[in-house]
């Protein structure tokens, strides 16, 4: 039997073959999928109760305010109960899923339809903080590092995919289908989640205890929250401006989805790259978030005054490498900063606010495109470029560099 202490610093391979760790990604990555589906399911849940896709967005935009406001909540509740509250949550998502999913099929009022979203989001809203407070439980500390930033990888994949899942079912069947297979994932999730271990009576897989010393609401702590909500802002603002950017760059509007599987697919690449890589970087986990932030902005910011299609394209790629990192990055510096028991709160915090950025992203776009499109796409760019500036300029560790592979 392999010894922690004989493993490789990053754990890559090691991980591959760790049951545990494809038992956790199956669990986490199902009950993070409804979350991706959320927004077309709901689009299309409104076209069925009255032919209008603007009922949809009304649907949608209280499923995501709920299950922003629910995810601090929900995480302390889960941090509670362990496993079990996961469980707990996860069935009753999938429960209220599914009566939301009859109210659409029978096309009942949307004044109450829209409570029922808002419980769909809100109720399980603290699971993806669970899963992640869970991951030390489940793998050695040496392997985090790796483990978070495939993880994050993998939540691209989630999001490429949740579209099309929710295409299926309602072509398959109707509106009030792509509802219920959220449900279906969220009842699948708790069933992957028997078999893991109980986060709170379980040490951590190497005996090393991953935690810091700072609470829920100190300093490190809401630093991390507030450059996690600037990534949020800075990322779906660029996203969500690419339909009326892409006319003034001889493109149509419609090629935006094609440019936001782009930096999925970038993301995808930049995160199992980093997994396996990271070993080799030194210098603090926050310097590195940090720097990655910053690049992800100036990366982002040239989109706006891309001269052409091909230009806008390959910027958004080079962006597009750094997303997972940066996500994989902000969750273990979390992780090494709050102490064991405000972790899953922690998480759900940090989830919670990444939302509220993409929501204050998309905002700040409404506003600019009076102004004009490139603008539209520059502001939150430019938001997230300053931010992340800021953010190295204070970091107390100024050295990053490689040192030999071992």
């Avoid at 610093?9 to 979350?35: D, E, F, I, M, T």
């Avoid at 603002?237 to 009326?244: K, N």
């Avoid at 970038?266 to 990655?292: D, F, K, P, T, W």
């Avoid at 950025?357 to 760019?381: E, K």
């Amino acid at each position: 039997m392999t010894t922690v202490n004989s493993a490789p610093a990053s754990g890559a391979g090691q991980l591959l073959r760790h049951a545990g760790w494809w038992k956790w990604s199956a669990a986490a990555g199902s009950a993070r999928l409804p979350v991706a589906m959320a927004s077309l399911g709901m689009v299309y849940a409104g076209a069925q109760v009255n032919g209008s896709y603007a009922t949809g967005a009304v649907l949608g935009g209280a499923y995501a305010f709920a299950e922003a406001l629910g995810a601090a909540w929900g995480g302390r509740l889960i941090a509670r109960a362990g496993t079990l509250g996961l469980r707990v949550a996860l069935l009753a998502g999938g429960a209220l899923a599914f009566a939301l999913a009859a109210a659409v099929q029978v096309k009942l009022p949307v004044v109450l339809l829209v409570p029922l979203a808002v419980l769909v989001g809100a109720v399980p809203a603290g699971v993806p903080g669970g899963y992640r407070a869970l991951l030390p439980a489940i793998v050695p500390r040496s392997w985090l590092g790796t483990a978070f930033s495939w993880d994050a990888a993998l939540l691209e994949i989630q999001w490429l995919a949740a579209p099309a899942l929710v295409s299926a079912a309602v072509i398959t069947f109707n509106g009030a289908a792509g509802i219920a297979a959220m449900g279906v994932v969220l009842l699948l999730a708790a069933l992957l989640t028997l078999g893991l271990p109980k986060q709170r009576d379980t040490p951590d897989a190497d005996g090393t205890a991953v935690g810091g010393t700072h609470g829920l609401w100190s300093r490190p702590a809401v630093t991390n929250y507030v450059l996690s909500f600037a990534m949020g802002l800075g990322e779906s603002g660029v996203v969500v401006s690419l339909p009326a950017l892409l006319p003034a760059l001889g493109g149509r509007a419609e090629l935006a989805g094609i440019l936001a599987a782009t930096l999925s697919a970038a993301s995808l690449v930049g995160g199992l790259l980093y997994g396996a890589l990271q070993h080799r970087l030194h210098g603090s986990l926050e310097l590195r978030a940090n720097l990655a932030l910053a690049a992800l902005g100036l990366f982002l910011l040239p989109v706006a005054f891309a001269g052409n299609l091909f230009m806008a394209l390959s910027t958004l790629a080079l962006g597009g490498l750094l997303v997972a990192p940066l996500n994989g990055l902000r969750t273990q510096h979390l992780a090494e900063t709050l102490s064991t028991d405000r972790q899953t709160e922690g998480f759900s915090v940090q989830y919670a606010t990444m939302g509220l950025g993409a929501s204050a992203g998309a905002l700040i776009v409404a506003a600019l495109l009076y102004i004009g499109p490139r603008y539209a796409t520059a502001g939150p760019a430019a938001v997230l470029l300053l931010l992340g500036l800021i953010a190295v300029a204070s970091s107390r560790t100024t050295h990053l560099g490689l040192r030999p592979g071992r």
